[in-house]
């Protein structure tokens, strides 16, 4: 793609794939082949089993909290296949796509999600951030890590990182934006726009015509993407960080899309959005047209759907189980991982404690 | 009198004053419509309209310091933090020109204003969703700082913090935001910002504490007096002013301080509340003061996080030790 | 004018006079006739004036550190020519000649930098905020005072804030100018664009075209306008009011100039930037421009300027005498502006230190 | 050997340190080719590079965000707040991720990172010039808060802090930035953090203190020990860690507690320095532990800045209240 083809002043959106599964674009071949097309349902099939399993872990309680992504898979799994090791992922917390990608374990999601820290070390994937609880101070972390990029010349690696269409009012948002430009290192923002901050709609987020438009403040290209087309996704997210890689500085990706679920396991949309909007976005889903598109081809049927659906749920509830049974925080956990060497101070704190565990054994 | 959780109650203040005063305005993060992520604004903006109740951007910041234009310009607002730990960007805004600006301009522009914030642990929460740093805003000159541990005291605490001409950070122990029920005066009274509340006298030990934790002390007082030592148990409801006089008189008497609070240990309200009491009862004290507070670390995600937050046990095991002392 | 013509995507920058004081627009006069532009360039001399006597007590050792506001003084003037008692004003620091257009007395700004309190009250002025010194947040305060103008549906009242450049990067920017734009509130953004933030040049700043071009991101007009024109600045300052006023929602402003000074009497610009630089810049000059303006139309000469300064200098000495002879701050004041009510702690600290005093003068 | 003051001990810490080790950076508003406001970085742009000595657009957030994405991935960056008094906006950025996110990660991304900040009072400054907010800093698990109070202690303490894989709030008195000259050592040497020094042995009083108010402390000692007065003067130089067992050993031997710093005095250093003695040496107290810190107010304007901030007769008088309790 051509990124300066699509002007978001003029709020013109790339797409590759309508939603009826019908191609936009000629030539898409030459970017995914079929069996690449194909790779790239299953992903989204994948992500999106393990977080409907999730929300049903969270609903038997199981699961403390838990945001789910439903609606919003295109645009992780897209990122997820462009993205390699030596690239870095500075997350937000939406993105479960391209955590799988990274190496992310579905039995660490699971492990966040029961509360326990362990979870966030991502043991087997290299230069991958935890998730970022406050609103947009991530993005300052992947400027920060594309400036050492750029200082130690590792040639042609890039930053991945995320933020909600809320996210984009916090200070942090621009003062990363900015630097990001100024300093050109290799970062992409993607914007996921899922239309909501909790209960606060677009309109109330922002003036701005979309948010794609909002890079022209850094001097920044922005391209505004149809987030529920892994195509496009796929497409910007590649186009974009070759952009990048090659030295010429960042770029906003602002991935419209919905979500479809609630903000979180507590919330309940009906509250502040109908029925109709929801019907309306779901005809858009990102699977349904990815499936649409293959079927048409002939790529795919519900037998293979459901086989694939079966064996998903086993390996989801295998590392749910491991999540399950991994062994509970230690007092000694909670002290030993705040400095290299334990300070004398929480020391005492942590023998303190110690103390009043024997005095309530000798109490039993 | 009704029933009320301190949900209800907090929501009753803010729909008297609405009605009482037109100059006061709500809005924060999700405040509006859907009336805030635990409900505490519910049905006020379909009450008192759009206008006066709303959805702001999600920038803390902004929320602050648009208030603080608000206010010198003669709204009283009310605004939302949506958990204490996300404060934190309004920080600058906070210590820089609420707390300030009376002072700055010699009183011309006075900043009667509000910031809600629910905070504390023990919910099961993802990490920043438990913080309880109020040490951190006692410290800041200008403020008052106003934490409640009743529905009762939340209505009359939060009716004085919106009347009161000076920046309020009131933060609401949202553990007990539905877990205590209790009788509640439909009408209109305030309580005093500033004085502590003594909730039970004893002879042999004051313990300060204050939001959620009282319900815990008040667990381990039970424990003690079973073993016969009677606790003077003194709810500190602001944390600045702090009320120096009630925390000295009571020393005096017991020769003991116990504090307990959910905050990290060092440079806490524990501390300032030591000083206290040896700057005025240093010739009555028996035992060290001590303070029983988190520990010094970020607060544990949920599995590790009984280790952090004082229980019943832990709080009895500690007035244990000082009655024996 | 119409500030649709003037696109700052497209860098073009609104002038009236150049730095010839030709005209390069017909029709002038209808916006300013020679006595209104008369008094505006007695206005600039006035603020040169004070600034540079400002200096000078600075450098006598009688007021501390002092931000000269050399060569932006066409900026402050026409904002305050066009601001009225009853608009709100909040200030950064560096706009001398709308502080005195809204009432502040010289006297008042000499006690700030001669380190009193009392110099914030600005007594005969209404509606002015105290300069702001941390950077670039005052200007959510005027989006909160726009909302109140809106809430209480004052008619037509303006609030006019100021920053700098280098005040463009901070998080509060962003959030200010997005705020302001949802919410529609009556707020022109002034941002004097002097191309330093201290030592650092505009283009390490950001990688922004300009910074009219930011107000696309929140979707609210922007316009660049030549801050050495005080014909341009009147003119766009007039008619963005106007345009707020009438509920149209706020405006971003870009003035570009030079800040010819230092940063501050403690900096030496010599250190990072260019003689060069500095010429080239003095001949576009705001007062220097306006002149050649007045005397092509006859309505200046040295004569007339040399009494007048006589008069300003009388007048300005006259004013700093008044700040001299200003009591000096009591203990009771560093106290007593707290809170409505004194304390119980801080009187505590008040009387203990008056204990101090009270040891101290026996002890003599 | 060589005469230094506090800016060129801290300008050659940093030339040593980034010769050693180039993964080194150093950015701040203005510290690049101008040196810094207070011309601590000067010529280190120049010998170094613009790569790893520069300017940062004027945001702190960012300042210390982007530091700790630097740090994650393999650098040691060192930055600058212009004052400790805008330090604020990057608040959150610092209790958020840089003091939190080896714990997050389980020691997998440590922050090696110092953010230096002039603090203090006493140069006439404008508002927000003269802030002293140590105690916040300190009430934050995960930082480590160090503050120096001669050329040579800055020196040390530094290099320190820059080797260590800990972030560090590194304060510097601004106020004798130039004011106290002394040899210092042109080799390379450290000073351990987390560790008090005692400067003068006494048998009558502990005065805890540090920074600028060091020197302010020492006069007042001169005119104690004319009256026969021995004070034990512990400069605290780690605010946290903090070296209890130094404070403790000293009051248990005089018996007597004075903390001197320039602080808001409500929730301050001073009352975590109290509770210390309380907690470690309550039986050996001879008189009530106590702090002279500022007023629970804004640092007044130049003007009024003098009955903020404590000078040695001040001091003096608080020892001689102390001695004769
Ligand atoms: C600084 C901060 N403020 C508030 C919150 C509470 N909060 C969590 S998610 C959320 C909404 C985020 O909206 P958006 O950025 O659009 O992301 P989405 O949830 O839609 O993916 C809010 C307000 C937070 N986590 N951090
Ligand atoms: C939040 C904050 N950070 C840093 C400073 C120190 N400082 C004072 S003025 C200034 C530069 C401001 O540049 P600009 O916004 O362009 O305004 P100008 O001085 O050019 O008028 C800086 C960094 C400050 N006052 N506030
Ligand atoms: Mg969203
Ligand atoms: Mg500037």
Redesign the interface.
């Known amino acids: 793609m051509n990124f300066k083809k699509y002007d978001p002043l003029k709020d013109i959106m790339y797409q590759v794939l309508d939603k009826n599964g019908n191609l936009t674009l000629a030539d898409w071949d030459n970017k995914l082949n079929d069996m690449e097309a194909k790779t790239a349902y299953e992903k989204m099939l994948f992500a999106r089993q393990a977080d409907i399993k999730a929300v049903s872990y969270q609903r038997q309680g199981r699961m403390y909290t838990y945001p789910p992504n439903l609606g919003q898979e295109a645009i992780a799994v897209a990122a997820g296949m462009v993205i390699r090791d030596e690239d870095w992922l500075v997350p937000a917390f939406r993105e479960l796509g391209t955590y799988l990608a990274k190496g992310m374990s579905l039995k660490e999601y699971f492990l966040y999600f029961r509360g326990h820290e362990d979870s966030l070390i991502f043991k087997n994937a290299k230069n991958f951030l935890p998730f970022s609880v406050p609103i947009a101070s991530q993005l300052l972390h992947a400027v920060g890590i594309g400036y050492a990029i750029k200082y130690k010349e590792e040639k042609d690696k890039v930053v991945f990182t995320f933020v909600g269409d809320g996210g984009t009012s916090e200070g942090d948002f621009h003062e990363a934006m900015n630097f990001a430009a100024v300093w050109k290192v290799p970062v992409i923002f993607i914007v996921q726009n899922n239309q909501f901050a909790i209960s606060v709609p677009f309109n109330k987020q922002t003036a701005s015509v979309n948010i794609a438009a909002k890079s022209v403040a850094y001097g920044m290209p922005g391209i505004k993407v149809d987030g529920n087309d892994i195509f496009a996704m796929y497409d910007a997210v590649q186009t974009t960080a070759d952009y990048a890689g090659k030295g010429n500085g960042p770029v906003l990706i602002e991935a419209l899309t919905f979500r479809a679920g609630a903000h979180t396991t507590s919330d309940d949309p009906s509250k502040y959005r109908t029925k109709e909007e929801e019907d309306n976005w779901a005809a858009k889903d990102p699977l349904l047209r990815l499936k649409k598109y293959l079927q048409g081809k002939d790529l795919w049927n519900a037998k293979e759907e459901n086989a694939l659906l079966d064996q998903y749920d086993l390996e989801i509830e295998r590392q749910f189980e491991e999540a399950e049974n991994y062994p509970t925080t230690t007092l000694d956990e909670v002290f030993d991982y705040h400095y290299e060497e334990l300070p004398e101070e929480l020391n005492r704190q942590k023998v303190a404690y110690k103390k009043f565990l024997n005095w309530k054994e000798t109490r039993k | 009198m009704k029933v009320m959780n301190m949900v209800n109650s907090i929501n009753q203040a803010l729909g008297m004053k609405l009605d009482e005063d037109e100059n006061i ?1 709500i809005y924060g ?2 405040s509006g ?2 009336g805030g ?1 635990f409900r505490v604004t519910e049905g006020l903006q379909e009450k008192f309209g759009e ?1 006066r109740v709303f ?8 929320i ?12 009283r ?1 009310v605004i939302e933090m949506q958990f204490s ?2 404060a ?2 309004a ?3 906070i ?3 609420i ?12 900043v009667p204003m509000v910031i809600r914030m629910p905070y504390g642990g023990s919910i ?6 438990s913080e309880s ?1 109020e ?2 805003w ?5 403020l ?1 700082v106003v934490i409640p541990s009743t529905p009762h005291d939340a209505k009359g605490l939060l009716i004085s913090a919106i009347e ?3 920046p309020v950070i009131f933060m609401e122990p949202k553990r007990i935001y539905r877990a205590i029920k209790q009788e509640v005066s439909e009408e209109k009274f305030i309580i005093p910002l ?1 004085k502590a509340n003594i909730l039970s006298r004893g002879e042999d030990l004051t313990i300060v504490s204050y939001g959620a934790m009282i319900r815990e002390v008040q667990k381990a007082v039970v424990m003690a007096k079973q073993k016969n030592i009677g606790v003077e148990l003194i709810d500190l409801r602001s944390i ?3 009320d ?2 009630t925390i000295a008189e009571s020393v005096k008497k017991t020769g003991r301080l116990l504090v307990v609070n959910e ?10 509340i ?2 206290i009491v ?2 005025e009862a ?1 010739l009555h ?1 028996e ?5 029983l507070s988190g ?4 607060i ?6 009984h ?2 937050q004082n229980d019943p ?2 709080i009895f ?1 500690e007035i244990e030790k000082l009655v024996n002392y």
């Open positions: 305005v993060e999700d419509l859907e992520v206008k959805d702001s951007p999600l920038a803390e910041s902004a602050a310091g648009t208030a603080l234009g608000m206010a010198v310009a003669g709204l607002p730990g996300f934190y960007p920080f600058n805004q210590i820089s020109h707390s300030r600006f009376r002072n700055r301009t010699r009183g011309k522009y006075p099961n929460a993802l990490e920043h969703h740093m040490a951190i006692g410290h800041i000159p200008g008052q009161s001409n000076d500033g600045y002013p702090i120096r006089e905050e990290p240990s060092s440079f806490g309200v524990g501390a300032e030591i000083s040896n700057e240093f004290l035992a060290p003061p001590t303070r520990f010094d670390t970020v544990p995600l949920p599995m590790g996080e280790f952090y046990l832990r095991y």
